[in-house]
């Protein structure tokens, strides 16, 4: 097994050395940095304290191969997943741009286009930030992501611009047994304002790897929105790095959605650059079977005043195994921080199980920070009121597992996707927790 | 259902919760047309009675039997029971966080309403059938829009519970402690609420403490419970008595008459 672990990196980073290099000297050297980190680390194991829940030896096993260039996705394959609010739509097929499904919506006061075209159209821009803001140094995941990076989206504002329409970014996985590197960059400048959207899809229900990392910075006074749903296969592997640096009175909220995949783990890491900041930090986490998802938080206080709100919920059916950590920092100085954090959670049957922890580190003295965490199943009191109205039982907790999820869900604020989640979560309850 | 005609029948019902009996032989007659009051002190196995008759899983009917419209009501599920006509006003209505009143009545009628064979109603036809019934009980629309029972007041949760009512249209309702949590004036409303909904083929039966509520709705039978059964059955003007005496002396009454 040690050796199996040892070469598994190895395994990823071959045909790594076949990218052709750029012209941009700086990104064939992150590259190599990243390939130099990526085989000086080891991948993770239960014994990692960061790792201790959530068991990668079945990814570990599974033969993985580089993803294939261009697989061809017919636009009609896309049609489900679109949003109609959504502006520009950016698709990537296993990592590769789709031009033909994408859309580029010109609009006044944000860049939103591939990350190779943003890299020689907005190169000190691109350079100021990329694997910045998610760096390599001490995650093997990252560091592969960071080698094979080729291209990715972009999304770029101008200063004092609100971003009416929301950015759609879809990472679709289309090849049974490939391992692929979403890769996304949202630089907001000062005063601006957008919403954008990732989503991770898969086209086939074949085990596969995807890879991702994505960055945000959030500038001076401005505020992004960030929708993230994964929703990929459940034979999927889905590790996913989120790096944010938010800066002085900036604004950053998150709503993540993870309902697919056999094991699937994100980091999110948010970090106050300066005063006067405020996160709104929402997850959900809806498994069954034998999916596990594991959601790991650090929310990094560095500076006085910093607001912060978590409200994280999993909801676990069949023999499924969701994982919470929430790691909230307030250093010395942060003085003022204001930080709640909340983690519920609901198990659907006896073989479902949560491994929830919150984790306050505090190092400043006037601070207010509160968190709970609390697993429980569904009341059967409200199972019986739902039913002497004449809902059967299903129904009945099938109403009250959507309406736990509703207060995550609803925070995601556009109507098409609302809709659909609810859909498809109504759907898969009803099916008795199967996708 | 014709008036007069036979409801519900209870034979010898006994009951148990965590091993502990609670209704120790009820025997209780219910006509289309009638309504009936349950009084008696706390702890006497009134609200156990309306809960045994709804379906609550935490209860087990340990012998005897119901008869709801000549059929077994013991064979059906608390959901077949709501959808064959019998309603239980709960006298602690729950909170469900998360589902909007508005959609749950929505889900509650259709779902109700299929099983009887009849049309469901698309939003905006339930949007107007509600709008009557909401006058009917002074209810607020803006309220359909809140969870259901999250936050209510007492008399709010209440006003619901009617709402239910006035939407399901039940044969039966068993009306737990409707009375309990209202102040005067609301307890004018819904009174004359349940009122509006009584016809000759429906029934009433109203478990209360006091005799404020019987102002309203006038029973044909009052029904004493004590320690899991019914020991003295009266007309209306038994309430009163009650009202001014207190249950001490039926159940001395009672204990004599066994003692005999």
């Known amino acids: 097994m040690d050796a199996l672990k040892?070469?598994?990196?190895?395994n990823l980073l071959y045909g790594q050395g076949q990218i052709p290099?750029?012209?941009?000297?700086?990104?064939?050297?992150?590259?190599?940095?990243?390939?130099?980190?990526?085989?000086?680390?080891?991948?993770?194991?239960?014994?990692?304290?960061?790792?201790?829940?959530?068991?990668?030896?079945?990814?570990?096993?599974?033969?993985?191969?580089?993803?294939?260039?261009?697989?061809?996705?017919?636009?009609?394959?896309?049609?489900?997943?679109?949003?109609?609010?959504?502006?520009?739509?950016?698709?990537?097929?296993?990592?590769?741009?789709?031009?033909?499904?994408?859309?580029?919506?010109?609009?006044?006061?944000?860049?939103?286009?591939?990350?190779?075209?943003?890299?020689?159209?907005?190169?000190?821009?691109?350079?100021?930030?990329?694997?910045?803001?998610?760096?390599?140094?001490?995650?093997?995941?990252?560091?592969?992501?960071?080698?094979?990076?080729?291209?990715?989206?972009?999304v770029l504002t101008d200063r004092n611009r609100d971003i009416a329409r929301p950015i759609?970014?879809?990472?679709?996985?289309?090849?049974?047994?490939?391992?692929?590197?979403?890769?996304?960059?949202i630089v907001t400048a000062r005063g601006s304002r957008c919403t954008v959207v990732e989503d991770f899809l898969s086209s086939h229900e074949?085990?596969?790897?995807?890879?991702?990392?994505?960055?945000?910075?959030?500038?001076?006074?401005?505020?992004?929105?960030?929708?993230?749903?994964?929703?990929?296969?459940?034979?999927?592997?889905?590790?996913?790095?989120?790096?944010?640096?938010?800066?002085?009175?900036?604004?950053?909220?998150?709503?993540?959605?993870?309902?697919?995949?056999?094991?699937s783990r994100y980091n999110l890491n948010v970090l106050q650059g300066a005063e006067g900041t405020s996160f709104e930090i929402d997850g959900l986490a809806l498994i069954s079977g034998r999916q596990l998802a594991d959601t790991h938080t650090f929310l990094d206080h560095a500076h006085p005043q910093g607001r912060s709100r978590q409200?994280?919920?999993?909801?676990?059916?069949?023999?499924?195994?969701?994982?919470?950590?929430?790691?909230?920092?307030?250093?010395?100085?942060?003085?003022?921080?204001?930080?709640?954090?909340?983690?519920?959670?609901?198990?659907?049957s006896d073989r479902a199980h949560v491994d929830t922890k919150p984790q306050l580190e505090i190092f400043a003295d006037d601070v207010k920070c509160a968190h709970g965490a609390t697993v429980g199943q569904l009341d059967t009191e409200q199972i019986f009121y739902l039913r002497s109205r004449g809902m059967d039982e299903p129904s009945a907790r099938n109403l009250l597992t959507l309406a736990f999820a509703a207060e995550i869900v609803e925070r995601i604020a556009l109507p098409s996707v609302v809709r659909r989640l609810e859909h498809h979560l109504a759907r898969r309850a009803h099916n008795g927790g199967k996708q | 259902m014709m008036p007069g005609e036979s409801l519900l029948e209870v034979r010898g019902l006994?009951?148990?919760?965590?091993?502990?009996?609670?209704?120790?032989?009820?025997?209780?007659?219910?006509?289309?047309?009638?309504?009936?009051?349950?009084?008696?002190?706390?702890?006497?196995?009134?609200?156990?009675f309306a809960k045994v008759l709804a379906g609550h899983p935490a209860y087990e009917v340990t012998s005897g039997e119901v008869l709801f419209e000549g059929k077994n009501l013991f064979d059906l599920t608390p959901e077949e029971r709501a959808r064959a006509g019998l309603f239980l006003g709960f006298q602690y209505p729950v909170e469900i966080p998360g589902?909007?009143?508005?959609?749950?009545?929505?889900?509650?009628y259709n779902t109700v309403q299929g099983a009887r064979g009849k049309d469901e109603l698309d939003p905006l036809e339930f949007d107007d059938y509600l709008q009557d019934k909401l006058k009917l009980?002074?209810?607020?629309?803006?309220?359909?829009?809140?969870?259901?029972?999250?936050?209510?007041?007492?008399?709010?949760?209440?006003?619901?519970?009617?709402?239910?009512?006035?939407?399901?249209?039940?044969?039966?309702?068993?009306?737990?402690?409707?009375?309990?949590?209202?102040?005067?004036?609301?307890?004018?409303?819904?009174?004359?609420?349940?009122?509006?909904?009584?016809?000759?083929?429906?029934?009433?039966?109203?478990?209360?403490?006091?005799?404020?509520?019987?102002?309203?709705?006038?029973p044909e039978f009052v029904h004493v419970m004590d320690q899991g059964r019914i020991i003295k059955t009266g007309g209306k003007e038994l309430a009163l008595e009650l009202e001014s005496r207190g249950y001490d002396w039926v159940s001395a009454e009672y204990r004599a008459l066994r003692a005999a």
């Open chain 1, 6 to 10: 040892s070469s598994y990196l190895d």
């Open chain 1, 168 to 185: 759609h970014l879809l990472f679709l996985s289309a090849s049974p047994g490939a391992a692929v590197y979403p890769r996304a960059l």
């Open chain 1, 21 to 154: 290099a750029s012209r941009l000297s700086w990104l064939n050297e992150l590259r190599a940095e990243a390939l130099e980190r990526a085989n000086a680390l080891t991948v993770p194991t239960t014994g990692d304290e960061d790792w201790r829940f959530t068991d990668l030896s079945p990814l570990y096993k599974t033969a993985l191969r580089p993803s294939p260039d261009a697989v061809e996705i017919a636009a009609s394959a896309l049609e489900p997943w679109l949003i109609s609010e959504a502006g520009s739509r950016l698709v990537f097929v296993d990592g590769a741009f789709a031009p033909n499904l994408s859309v580029l919506q010109p609009e006044d006061g944000v860049a939103v286009l591939p990350l190779a075209s943003a890299l020689t159209q907005h190169g000190e821009r691109v350079r100021a930030h990329l694997a910045q803001v998610a760096p390599f140094g001490a995650d093997p995941f990252c560091a592969v992501n960071t080698a094979w990076l080729r291209d990715g989206a972009a």
């Open chain 2, 99 to 108: 589902v909007t009143n508005l959609s749950f009545l929505r889900l509650a």
């Open chain 2, 137 to 218: 009980l002074h209810i607020d629309p803006a309220f359909l829009e809140r969870s259901v029972n999250e936050g209510f007041s007492g008399g709010e949760k209440k006003r619901n519970e009617i709402l239910q009512m006035a939407i399901l249209e039940p044969t039966l309702a068993l009306l737990d402690e409707t009375d309990s949590g209202l102040d005067i004036d609301a307890l004018r409303i819904v009174a004359n609420g349940v009122n509006r909904l009584r016809s000759p083929g429906n029934a009433l039966v109203l478990v209360t403490h006091y005799q404020r509520l019987l102002n309203y709705l006038t």
């Open chain 1, 206 to 263: 074949a085990a596969g790897f995807t890879n991702g990392v994505t960055e945000v910075v959030v500038g001076e006074n401005a505020s992004v929105r960030h929708v993230r749903l994964q929703r990929e296969s459940a034979n999927a592997f889905h590790i996913a790095a989120c790096g944010v640096r938010v800066a002085r009175d900036g604004r950053y909220s998150s709503v993540s959605v993870s309902v697919g995949g056999r094991i």
């Open chain 2, 14 to 48: 006994t009951a148990s919760v965590a091993g502990v009996e609670i209704l120790k032989g009820i025997d209780l007659n219910v006509r289309a047309g009638e309504v009936h009051a349950i009084m008696g002190p706390n702890g006497s196995g009134k609200s156990t």
């Open chain 1, 311 to 348: 409200l994280h919920k999993c909801i676990a059916d069949g023999a499924a195994h969701a994982v919470f950590n929430g790691k909230i920092l307030v250093r010395p100085g942060a003085q003022r921080t204001d930080s709640a954090q909340q983690s519920r959670n609901l198990l659907l």
